[in-house]
């Protein structure tokens, strides 16, 4: 089993639709969760960080984290064009000595 | 305007050649990393370090080598012995020694044989 699991896609969403990407972990006691947008050709760029279960949010951005199932997932709300990019979930694990464990991705792309 | 550079933006290397890449950070962090990413793939790490003189390997460490003689610099070499070195490299930096803070990635290197 991995250690962070993110369905490659892609996942085509219409535009202004809202798009669902979820990230599944193993390790039970991580506390720290990211998401990261990656546009083609760029290197990662940070869009979101949560800790506590429950949702957060920023503009069209919310995450969500369930730590008794062990998921988080980003909503991206009234999906624009711009939003197609790769979206990696990033955990640090209690047992990854403070490393950032990246899950592979989910390609996300906007139809007009 | 604070961030981490990293440079040549592209690099060839020859059959048996060492590159280095560089890697700088103004950010005044404590840890630095250094990623491969392959294309469709996701992240692997080779090497980080969380303090000045300090580093430990990462999951992809064999023919790569690293030094950190200054808090704002982390180079890495890619030496002979890494026989499939063409890949995306990017170069990250947290606060502190790296616990629950996210990272920051500069623009990366892509480097590739000629």
């Known amino acids: 089993q991995k250690e962070v699991e993110q369905n490659s896609g892609p996942l085509s969403v219409p535009e202004g639709a809202i798009a669902s990407l979820n990230c599944t972990y193993s390790d039970r006691g991580s506390q720290s969760f990211f998401w990261y947008r990656q546009y083609s050709g760029k290197s990662p760029e940070l869009i979101m960080s949560i800790y506590s279960n429950g949702d957060k949010e920023d503009g069209r951005f919310t995450a969500q984290l369930n730590k008794a199932s062990q998921y988080v997932s980003l909503l991206i709300r009234d999906s624009q064009p711009s939003d197609s990019a790769t979206y990696l979930c990033a955990v640090i694990g209690y047992s990854s000595a403070s490393k950032i464990i990246f899950g592979s991705g989910t390609r996300l792309s906007i139809r007009p | 305007d604070g961030g981490i550079t990293q440079s040549p933006k592209y690099l060839f290397r020859k059959e048996g050649q060492n590159v280095t890449l560089s890697c700088e950070q103004n950010l005044n962090h404590d840890a630095m990393y250094w990623y491969r990413q392959d294309p469709g793939q996701g992240l692997r790490l080779i090497y980080y370090s969380q303090i000045v003189n300090d580093f430990q390997k990462g999951d992809i460490a064999e023919g790569y080598s690293v030094s950190r003689e200054k808090k704002e610099s982390f180079p890495l070499t890619v030496t002979s012995a890494q026989k499939n070195p063409t890949a995306f490299y990017l170069c990250?930096?947290?606060?502190?020694?790296?616990?629950?803070?996210?990272?920051?990635f500069g623009d990366g290197t892509r480097l590739s044989i000629l």
């Open positions: 990250a930096s947290t606060e502190g020694s790296g616990n629950n803070q996210p990272q920051h």
